[in-house]
């Protein structure tokens, strides 16, 4: 059975969330499980925003904090067909938690697992 690639919308704030969002999507396309999407370009390209809901049937949107950036941007493109995980729902608190190579892998690994 072949693997689905999916498109990944990440946060990249200035908090330890955001950099976990940023850090778990830039893994995820670099093992070859993910096609990371800018989320500013959606803001921006309507174009870009069509051709990404087109193009992509499985989305994972990847917020840093319940503020949920990128939820409400792909919201704002008629985008409503996605997987989405907050890093906060891994025990990583906002401007407290460390980043770490090892809560990454957990968050990697627990979308790899969403996607098969």
Do not use: W
Not at 2 to 7: F, M, N, Q, R, Y
Not at 88 to 105: L, M, Q, R, Y
């Amino acid at each position: 059975m072949t693997e689905k690639h999916i498109g990944i919308v990440a946060c990249s704030g200035a908090s330890n969330t955001g950099s976990y969002s940023d850090l778990v999507a830039r893994k995820l396309m670099q093992i070859g499980k993910a096609k990371m999407l800018c989320l500013a370009r959606f803001s921006v390209d309507e174009k870009f925003a069509e051709k990404s809901k087109e193009e992509y049937s499985n989305i994972v949107v990847l917020d840093g904090c319940p503020i949920n950036c990128a939820e409400e941007t792909l919201k704002q493109r008629g985008i409503t067909n996605y997987k989405h995980i907050n890093t906060t729902d891994f025990e990583i608190v906002k401007g407290k938690t460390p980043v770490t190579e090892e809560k990454i892998n957990e968050i990697v690994d627990y979308i790899v697992n969403q996607i098969k």
